[in-house]
């Protein structure tokens, strides 16, 4: 049998045990591990021993656990609340104020947090209820919380360029900084859109009326912006610290870690019952990317062992006789059908031994396309019919939303995402300037 058949069998017998529905780390890595063994006998078990030793010796996966015990001690702690009220009050004038100002309060958990289901959580325990309960159309804000929540994996820290930057051996900081400023541009094109659509129909996101208005005083207002600037402040001893040179990566999640830990015992509101479910979580999520992770890497060895990367690019640039861009469109296509049924973990660690060696042979910018794939995600989860966000928030809507009213929630802003991917594919400097500056390249 040829290499290339092996390749062949190897990734379909991995789709086929993913489709009946087995663990992704368990296919994934028992594929790896089984066609080591079949192809180099007892030599080929040092292939995942050596994936195994090659993650726990990497210092930068020590941010991965900080960041979700941050993100989720802030969640179960409830400061985000405070940061919710606080847009509530000074967007509430606006014609779609509330919406603008959730979209701004996800933009906030998600660089708190860099995962998409705890900006989700937030979105629809606070800030769905209270839109609704002000006459906002239930099809506007279940989109703009979908389209919010998305941005957890973008905005650094995002845990999604930690686990790309293992996979492509590409430094997390530089695309941490790489996804700051297209995170900012899609926020910025869902608020223009909220905008738009609220000023052309004003009863999708009505403002507060006057009676509401003048019940809140400016010392309430202020009060409100004091309370709101503890989880900036928050984002901003990490963030800053690490981007002005004072503190690394890893001490910056330590730093982050703390001062989420260090506010919520200020407020009062640190006890044994949160502090229980922040670590239980914390562990739960943590154990789960280590071990997909670590089937990635094993799998990946075989594969490019294989010489997989060279046949596919002999298959798309010489026989087929694609442009580079060409096949780059062709891979982002294929990772918005397998968002239909993956999540975004499952997606880099599938196609990650074929992509990422492919697109730099392609001569293509292996930070510019950590971004590309990440915003890609987002469009994926989003996606109808069976989008991973969609029923996320099924899942945690009240029952008068039903499951049409989320598909057509979403798709306005899912053409929204992809005119942003298109600018950042037309103009890379979105996404490159920030670490090229910093990094004096």
């Known amino acids: 049998m040829s290499y290339e058949m092996i390749a062949l069998l190897m990734f379909s017998t991995m789709m086929l045990m993913l489709l009946t529905g087995q663990r992704v780390f368990g296919a994934i890595g028992f594929v790896g591990a089984f066609a080591a063994l079949?192809?180099?006998?007892?030599?080929?078990?040092?292939?995942?021993?050596?994936?195994?030793?090659?993650?726990?010796?990497?210092y930068p996966l020590l941010t991965l656990p900080m960041f979700i015990f941050m993100g989720y001690i802030m969640s179960e702690s409830r400061i985000a609340d405070d940061l919710y009220e606080m847009f509530h009050v000074w967007m509430g004038p606006v014609k779609g104020g509330l919406a603008i100002g959730t979209i701004f309060l996800m933009v906030v958990i998600s660089a708190m947090n860099g995962l998409s289901v705890a900006g989700m959580a937030i979105g629809a325990t606070i800030a769905l209820p209270e839109l609704l309960r002000r006459n906002y159309d239930k099809i506007m804000v279940t989109g703009v919380i979908q389209a919010g929540s998305s941005l957890g994996i973008l905005v650094p820290p995002s845990v999604v360029l930690v686990l790309?930057?293992?996979?492509?051996?590409?430094?997390?900081?530089q695309l941490w900084l790489a996804g700051a400023l297209p995170g900012l541009l899609m926020a910025s094109l869902f608020i223009l859109y909220i905008?738009?659509?609220c000023t052309f129909q004003p009863n999708l996101g009505p403002p507060l009326s006057k009676q509401e208005r003048e019940k809140i005083t400016w010392g309430k207002k202020f009060k409100l912006l004091r309370a709101g600037i503890l989880p900036l402040a928050i984002f901003f001893s990490m963030t800053g610290l690490f981007v002005m040179g004072v503190t690394s990566l890893v001490e910056s999640s330590a730093v982050g870690a703390t001062t989420a830990t260090l506010a919520a015992l200020f407020k009062k509101r640190l006890n044994k019952d949160v502090m229980e479910k922040t670590l239980r979580?914390?562990?739960?999520?943590?154990?789960?990317?280590?071990?997909?992770?670590?089937?990635?890497?094993?799998?990946g060895a075989v594969f490019d062992g294989l010489g997989a990367v060279k046949t596919i690019k002999f298959l798309f640039v010489d026989r087929m006789n694609l442009s580079p861009w060409e096949v780059l469109i062709l891979m982002q296509i294929s990772y918005i059908i397998m968002g239909m049924f993956l999540d975004d973990t499952a997606m880099l660690v599938i196609v990650a031994p074929l992509y990422i060696p492919l697109v730099g042979s392609l001569g293509f910018d292996m930070i510019w396309y950590g971004v590309l794939y990440t915003i890609t995600c987002q469009i994926a989860y989003m996606t109808p019919p069976?989008?991973?966000?969609?029923?996320l928030m099924r899942a945690m809507a009240p029952p008068e939303i039903s499951l049409i009213d989320i598909y057509r929630s979403i798709i306005p802003?899912?053409?929204?995402?992809?005119?942003?991917?298109?600018?950042?594919?037309?103009?890379?400097?979105?996404?490159?300037?920030?670490?090229?500056?910093?990094?004096?390249?």
């Not at 079949?38 to 990497?58: H, N, R």
């Not at 979580?281 to 094993?298: G, N, P, S």
């Open 38 to 58: 079949f192809l180099w006998g007892d030599g080929g078990t040092v292939m995942p021993f050596s994936a195994a030793i090659k993650l726990m010796k990497w």
């Open 164 to 173: 790309y930057g293992m996979i492509a051996r590409q430094p997390v900081g």
């Open 195 to 197: 905008w738009i659509r």
């Open 281 to 299: 979580k914390t562990l739960e999520v943590t154990c789960m990317f280590m071990w997909i992770i670590l089937a990635a890497l094993c799998f």
């Open 386 to 391: 069976f989008g991973y966000n969609l029923f």
């Open 413 to 441: 802003f899912v053409f929204v995402m992809t005119l942003g991917l298109v600018l950042i594919m037309i103009f890379p400097e979105i996404a490159l300037w920030l670490p090229n500056w910093y990094y004096g390249k």
